[in-house]
């Protein structure tokens, strides 16, 4: 998952499990050249609502282990990763990212949803549940999209 990765990559970096938000912004934008100091500072938020950095104050917090993150040397993220993620996508990350192939999730979820009658952010929940996946990051964006299913 390229988020992870490019999120991750300052943590593994510095060998460290958290930093400054200036210095993650720096980390990316100046010493690896992937982004723009404002595209750095998206990324921080993109990887917060993901779950994969939590904030402490301006301390960013990298929620998994730099040791289970590899940043190939050829690695460089692209710009979607920038880019906001519905709570179905994330849902369908976590699966993927547990062990199920992507083609087979989708189709188990799509499934639960027909035969449940149920959006496809809670089918999607249901599902992970089910398979035993951790999804409690997500779990307030799934309630808003159930709720306001056309915002």
């Known amino acids: 998952m390229s ?29 690896r050249d992937w ?15 993901a779950g994969i950095v939590e904030r402490d104050g301006e301390t960013l917090v990298l929620t998994v282990d730099t040791a289970d993150i590899e940043v190939p040397e050829e690695f460089v ?13 994330r849902i369908l990350d976590a699966v993927v990212a547990g062990g199920r192939p992507k083609h087979e ?13 149920l959006t496809i952010e809670a089918a999607a929940l249901v599902y992970a549940r089910r398979e035993g996946v951790d999804i409690e990051d997500v ?7 159930v709720r306001n299913p056309d915002s």
């Open 139 to 145: 779990l307030p964006a799934v309630r808003e999209a």
């Open 77 to 89: 993220p692209d710009e979607d990763v920038l880019a906001e993620r519905s709570p179905f996508e």
């Open 3 to 31: 988020l992870r990765v490019a999120a991750a990559a300052p943590f593994v970096q510095r060998g460290t499990q958290s930093m400054r938000q200036n210095e993650f912004v720096v980390a990316l934008s100046m010493d």
């Open 35 to 49: 982004f723009s100091p404002d595209q750095a500072k998206r990324l921080a938020d993109v990887a917060t609502e």
């Open 105 to 117: 999730a989708v189709g188990a979820i799509n499934a639960c949803q027909q035969s449940l009658g």
